[in-house]
């Protein structure tokens, strides 16, 4: 029987890319995500192209839905081997105007939704008594803060946190945590920064563009595929070696 892997956010962006990655890998997949269809699109294609994948409508933010998803997943799909906490939001604006909701909303769905993923993830292991990977997404902004994404680059530094505490917890029961920092990703959720980026400098999007481009050293933006392989290799037999770290996926922006 193939090895689960349960992988959040999966209904489009990165995350859609590691689902389809982990599944070309050997994996059953649990398709996640907030919006019901798009997961059942993911899972439609990645069963199309002869993998094994089931989707499950849920908000990371609810902890009892992150349980019982594991506990629906390991019934249709098999053991766990593998959780992948990528579901994420952003918002950009400045600390002063940032409100309450939006910030209450971010830590909710980032933050406490990655805690959620790794306590049913690790409860589940040790009902295995197998060991396991947890991956989990931070950030470039949770190395190195961003202006006007205060609350984002907070969920991402508390990220990589517990990404560190979780990993000294499991190493006993061989169960690894690590966490990925992607720099600059096109997707849905970077047009909305860079949108919203470019209103508040006052400059058009396309510039705003330009400016990010000028950090990256390798002179092009991440694909969604430059994060599925360091997450596809953190699962790896390769990777059995590495917990509590975080890896850059950032083209050269970030150096420490
Ligand atoms: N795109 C980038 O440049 C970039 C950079 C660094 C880190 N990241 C991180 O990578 C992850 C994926 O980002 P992306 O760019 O693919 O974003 P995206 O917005 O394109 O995709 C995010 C997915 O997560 C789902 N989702 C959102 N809230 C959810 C919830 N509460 N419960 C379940 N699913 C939910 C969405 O429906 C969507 O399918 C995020 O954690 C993000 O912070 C992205």
Same mark, same amino acid.
């Given at each position: 029987m193939t090895k689960l892997a349960i992988v959040t956010g &999966?209904?489009?962006g990165i995350s859609e890319a590691i689902a389809k990655r982990l599944s070309s890998d050997g994996f059953s997949i649990a398709?996640?995500?907030?919006?019901g269809k798009n997961a059942k699109k993911v899972a439609q294609q990645i069963n199309q192209n002869g993998g094994n994948a089931k989707d499950y409508n849920i908000d990371v933010s609810d902890r009892d839905s992150v349980f019982a998803t594991v506990n629906q997943a390991v019934k249709d $799909?098999?053991? $766990?081997?593998a959780y992948i906490n990528n579901a994420g939001v952003a918002f950009i604006d400045s600390i002063l105007d940032s409100s309450p909701s939006d910030i209450k909303r971010l830590l909710d769905v980032n933050l406490l939704g990655t805690y959620w993923g790794i306590q049913a993830a690790g409860t589940q292991f040790k009902k295995q008594k197998s060991g396991g990977r947890i991956v989990n997404a931070a950030s470039l902004a949770g190395v190195e803060a961003s202006a006007l994404q205060s609350a984002y680059s907070a969920s991402k530094f508390g990220i990589r946190g517990l990404t560190q505490a979780a990993s000294k917890e499991f190493a006993k029961d061989q169960i690894t945590v690590n966490a990925y920092d992607p720099g600059v990703v096109r997707t849905q959720l970077r047009d909305n920064i860079d949108k919203k980026t470019s209103k508040i400098k006052g400059i058009s999007v396309e510039q705003q563009q330009k400016d990010v481009l000028k950090e990256i050293s390798l002179g092009r933006e991440a694909t969604p595929e430059d994060v599925a392989n360091v997450v596809s290799w953190y699962v790896s =037999?390769? &990777? =059995?070696?590495?917990?509590?770290q975080s890896m850059l996926i950032d083209g050269g922006m970030h150096f420490s």
């Open positions: &999966a209904g489009r398709v996640v995500d907030i919006d $799909l098999g053991e $766990l081997f =037999s390769q &990777a =059995s070696y590495i917990t509590g």
